[in-house]
């Protein structure tokens, strides 16, 4: 059927006229070039689909690397099929012959994405791998009988592929439907695309045929028929659901998937997608009644230990959160003590060990008492999560599994957030670990930074091409006393002597470098330290983030009176270095820059 489906497109009257190009790859190229042009409205008025730049592009770089499946060594003849098109009218044939130059690496790239594939795309490239002629029904029939327990693409999962094709099979009904109703409304004077006929027969066995044209021939049949195994749909994949949620977790804390998670310290190989399925038998057993009031909470839980790079949280603390306790904010990089054959049923933890993960002054007994309910609670949320193996509690402490964190991880990734392993952080640049590790809590920051810089030999010019990010990523803006604030994680007691005096002269850092000699007793040249980065060290210095008012102003004053050209010179510094942290912590106390 997809050999006629797709009518008055011209395929015939353009082969004719392409002398030599009869050959079986062209051909192929040719219709689904002329008929993805068509299904996206091109004008048909000459009997010829004409591209214009704009559905060029989208045809190069969206709709081929989505429907199409095409061998590296064809993909040449794609934008060679565009080319002798566009010579059949006048006018298009530059502009089309740009957007081919600007589109080549794009193409190409998307094109051999494995992150593009579909089953149909995918099961096309194996088959040809395996031999079979892709014209062949019946040969690919046979194939993918051998197929059984076929192997994925590197670093892709069954719930990419099955989320690529899902989204395929949407764009490709809606672009068949909008043609047909486009040719009713207008009659094109070439005919219209679809007939009658071939859209009573449903548009998902117009869209199956087409797809067998542009992949291989049968093969969407036998993917929804006898081989459905081999290509299975949402409903068997139900883990999807906690992955929205863990989705929505992300963009909670940071507003764009592209933001990575830290990177847990293990991750145990496992079956992620069975591992997935059962997290969300757990998460949806504790959304009953009978473990209220927290049983909703355990997506966030499973998010918020992996956002602590998989460090244990503690049941306490996290019971006085939802129980709306003033627990200290700056305590959320604290170690939790993960014990040695702790008792099954939990108990909230003595008051001193209270007070620590709380930050509160003098908890009583009375207030110990008060949170034993709810940390309870808790503690059997966290339970039914231990059940499945992905998750534990010992006593106080709670947290992933190093197969869970493999499982969380997954749940992230098929949802498309950035959610590297410690191997792939360090492969980043310096640049790059700087700006991740900016956003994670300071204890995971310094685990990684000092795993990036040990993969590196802990080499000087590791050291330099970090301190060096520290002063220059994101630089200028907001976040920039974030970046700045990584110096206090890392441990320069070992630190090449020389990274860090070449650092002296950086206008960000230089100052924070000559402390950590100093306190080495290691010598250097403190004349090379520039105003800015002296200036900038008294501002992040400054109690800014809690504590009255009058002291900050008092430690303002202090170092004012240090500085030569005493407190105009020395805010007129700091604005300079940085207005926006100036703006924030000394705007409350009234001063600005003269």
Known sequence: MAETVLTNMGLDSFLDGAAGHRDPVFTRAAEAVLGLLALRGADRGSGLPEPTPALVRQLLVEDLPTFVYAPPGDLAVYPAVLTRLAARFDGTGEPVAAVLRESAADFERAMTDPGNLTWHRWYASLLRTCGADLRDPEDIRRRLAALDGAPLPDGVHRADLMGRTALADVLLSEALTRAYVRDAETPPPAGPLLTDHAVATGIGRVAGGLLDRWTAAGLAEQLSGPYARFAPGPDDFPHLVLADVLLDEHLDDHGDPAVPAPPPPAIESGPVEADADALVGAVEELSEEEFEPYGGEAPHLLYVVYRRGCAAESVARKAAEYEDWTVDPDLEDLPVPVPDGAPD??????????????????????????????????????????????VFRAGDAFGLTPRG?????????????????????????????VAAATGWPGRVAARVLADWLHARGDTADAWSALLGALGTVRAGTSEAAAVRGLFAVLDTRNAPPDALRDALSDPVIGAYAHRALRARDEPDDPLRVRTSARALLVLDGLPAKKGPLESRRTAFDKAAADWPGGSAALLRAMAAADPHETARVLGPLGLTPP
């Open 345 to 390: 049923a939990y108990g909230v933890p003595p008051l001193p060990e209270l007070a620590r993960l709380l930050g509160a002054v003098g908890p009583t007994e009375a207030d110990r008492a008060r949170l034993e309910r709810p940390a309870r609670d808790l503690a059997r949320v966290l339970d039914r999560l231990a059940a499945t193996g992905l």
């Open 405 to 433: 964190a493999g499982a969380v991880r997954y749940l992230l990734r098929v949802r498309g957030v950035a959610a590297p392993d410690a191997a792939e952080v360090r492969t980043w640049s310096a640049p790059a670990v």
